[in-house]
């Protein structure tokens, strides 16, 4: 009922979740835009552009290194697109245009020292430990991450809900990129091996 195929002490599986989150942090423009008159003619018409940060998936591959009966470290590799939403609206309440776009494509590293509670069938846990981002525009490459959650097993499946929150360090340079330095994300985590 245990499949194991890196050792008793190592388990591998996959993290999938949403930010609670939004990506960006909220802005507004305003400026003019083109707007069609009578006879296709074009006027100038102002404007104000709102930008507010989506919330975004989060996946990735999980690997679990058990050091003791209750204490591990598990790394993982996590895809985290930043998307933001534009709203523009004329000064006269007209709607003029909205769309979401994806900012940035990231890939976060956290590597987490976990710590497990006995309490019978159910494993509540806490993590905590540093995180790395593979570097994009000025964003911060380094970050501080903690979660709580349970730890559930259906023979040799490991299913573990948890909720992180990471904090990123400041930004790299000039223009702020807008991009939030807090994020908060509902996970779960499904994982095979290890007798643990």
Known sequence: SHWSPLGRRMSLGA???WGLTSDVLPSTNHFPVPVQGPGNTYTQAGATESVTGAKSLVIGPAVEIHLLHDLSIEV????KPLR????TVLDNGTPYASATYTAAATWQFPVLAKYRFQWGRVHPF???????????WNLSTHAVTAGAGIEMRIR??????VFRFTHWGPETGL??????????SALV????GSIQ
Do not use: C, M, T
Not at 175 to 184: C, D, F, H, L, Y
């Open 15 to 17: 993290v999938a979740g």
């Open 76 to 79: 993982d590799a996590l895809y």
């Open 84 to 87: 933001d939403h534009y709203k």
């Open 126 to 136: 806490a993590e905590a430990g540093p995180s790395f981002r593979l570097p994009k």
């Open 156 to 161: 040799a499946l490991k299913i573990s809900p």
């Open 175 to 184: 223009p702020s990129s807008g991009i939030a330095q807090n994020e908060a």
């Open 189 to 192: 985590g499904f994982s095979l």
